[in-house]
């Protein structure tokens, strides 16, 4: 049987109309965020001890860049927290999956702003271009550049360095990776990956069941394996070993690529792809995400 992310990068190849480059960054549109009140998440639902005030939940627009375009586009974020207080608090950035939005995350994101205790941490979280309401196509520059904005954001609200944990999810941990191994005077403090992917010559190498090159069917270039040996923060990973969309050694050859001073390895048996939390159990992946950002 082939796995999902094979069945894909068959079906990409199989169409002459469509390119490998564009399938990592398809996302979904919606008309409004809803948060509480979108109700179609996958997995694991939180009671109501973990509600969010209204008055903690910040939804903005920034404007994102490249440098090598002519107008900036317009992407969304949400700060999970007191504005007041934003200096003073330690920020969860979490970064998403592919193909959904802030509000299919939104059980995710509010169980990182409770971990710990009652909304314990800000959490920042934001939909890249194509994504949600956020304008445009992503690419891989712009996948990293508007989390780029996102950071400059806490940056220019006064939020030191030290007090940012980076947290990538699948697709997320491109720019995640990367920001904490390349954005010089602004490194984020400690990153935990969850279902990361290796690289896209890894993509081909493990899924593609027919011989061929990566360049016959994508310029696309992300190494993650790569960029980890740059990474010195802290890391925290978490990889299902039954994840038949991303395979654990994905993740095996990022965490051991890892050169910082400290690492904490999270295989969590049984698990596939987007359900960790929900296979280890809410208590359990709580107290391991808060040791290792208090440790």
Not at 157 to 184: E, Q
Not at 188 to 206: F, M, V, Y
Not at 247 to 252: L, Q, V
Not at 261 to 273: D, P, Q, V
């Amino acid at each position: 049987m082939l796995n999902k992310l094979t069945f894909f990068l068959l079906l990409a190849i199989g169409l002459s109309c469509f390119k490998l480059d564009d399938l990592p960054f398809l996302g979904t549109s919606i008309e409004e965020y809803k948060f509480d009140k979108y109700g179609d998440w996958n997995g694991f639902i939180l009671d109501n001890s973990y509600t969010i005030p209204d008055s903690n939940i910040h939804l903005f627009t920034l404007n994102s860049q490249l440098p090598s375009e002519t107008s900036s586009t317009k992407i969304y974020a949400a700060f999970i927290g007191n504005i007041n207080t934003i200096t003073q608090d330690t920020i969860i950035m979490y970064l998403h999956g592919q193909s959904k939005h802030m509000d299919a995350y939104w059980q995710r994101t509010k169980l990182l702003a409770n971990v710990g205790g009652k909304n314990k941490y800000g959490v920042l979280t934001m939909d890249y271009r194509g994504y949600g309401l956020s304008e445009g196509k992503s690419t891989e520059a712009s996948l990293t550049h508007d989390v780029k904005t996102c950071l400059d954001w806490l940056k220019n609200k006064g939020v030191n360095n030290n007090k940012i944990i980076m947290y990538g999810f699948s697709l997320g941990c491109i720019p995640a990776i990367n920001l904490c191994a390349n954005n010089s005077n602004y490194l984020p403090h400690k990153l935990i990956i969850e279902a990361p992917l290796a690289s896209i010559q890894n993509l081909t190498e493990e899924s593609l069941i027919i011989n061929v090159q990566k360049e016959f069917i994508t310029s696309l270039n992300f190494d993650n394996a790569e960029e980890i040996k740059g990474v010195s923060q802290s890391l925290q990973w978490f990889h299902g070993t039954d994840d038949d969309y991303i395979s654990i050694s994905n993740g095996e050859l990022i965490y051991n690529n890892h050169n910082g001073a400290y690492k904490k390895a999270n295989r969590i048996s049984s698990a596939g792809h987007g359900n960790i939390i929900e296979t280890m159990g809410i208590n359990n992946y709580v107290n391991k995400v808060n040791e290792f950002i208090t440790n």
